[in-house]
């Protein structure tokens, strides 16, 4: 089961849903919860100033992730993406755009088992918010930026358990019990 959101202008607020475990099926042994991320952004810089400066841009995304299924909590922000111009050197005057840039991460969580096995199963959501920014280093404060960027989340996960077993008679077992059926009907008869 896995979710998959489109990305959106940031600052993103995004919901999946899951499904949770139907304790029915058996005992659930592990969870493997995957989250991911993603961004793209277009840096511009512009030197204001009357000499060459040299810069680099990055711009970042932060996600914050949580859930509405109790226990399950986040170290946030889980995610931070990134992406950077690299040493740019600007002339005076000189507007340069770079993107779209782009950033992606996933991080897989083994959370406990016990949060997840309901019986009968149904859902429970997945929600991810941005804080994006940019920062430069060098241009002596005379460079300005701006960025445009796009973010996205999502989710999947994986159940591990031992199916529950239901006792069903081997064939050896049926033929006889058969072949006892057969012999009390042929027994009756001659009565």
Do not use: W
Not at 5 to 11: I, L, M, P, S
Not at 64 to 70: D, K, Q
Not at 120 to 140: M, P, V
């Amino acid at each position: 089961m896995s979710f998959s959101n489109a990305e959106q202008t940031t600052e993103i607020s995004q919901t999946g849903f899951l499904d949770l475990f139907d304790s029915n099926l058996g005992t659930l042994t592990g969870v493997t919860l995957t989250l991911n991320g993603s961004e793209t952004t277009t840096i511009t810089l512009t030197n204001n100033a009357a000499q060459n400066q040299s810069v680099i841009a990055d711009g970042t995304v932060k996600l914050f992730f949580s859930s509405n299924l109790a226990g399950l909590t986040f170290a946030n922000p889980l995610m931070s993406l990134s992406a950077t111009t690299g040493f740019v050197t600007l002339a005076p005057g000189a507007t340069q755009s770079f993107g779209p840039l782009t950033d992606t991460d996933t991080v897989a969580l083994t959370p406990l088992a016990s949060l997840f096995s309901v019986s009968g199963g149904g859902q429970f959501s997945i929600t991810c918010e941005s804080l994006s920014g940019i920062a430069l280093t060098g241009g002596g404060g005379n460079v300005a930026s701006t960025q445009a960027t796009t973010a996205a989340c999502g989710a999947s996960i994986v159940y591990d358990y031992t199916p529950t077993t239901q006792r069903v008679p081997e064939p050896a077992s049926m033929a006889l019990v058969g072949l006892g059926m057969m012999g009390l009907a042929a027994i009756r008869r001659r009565k």
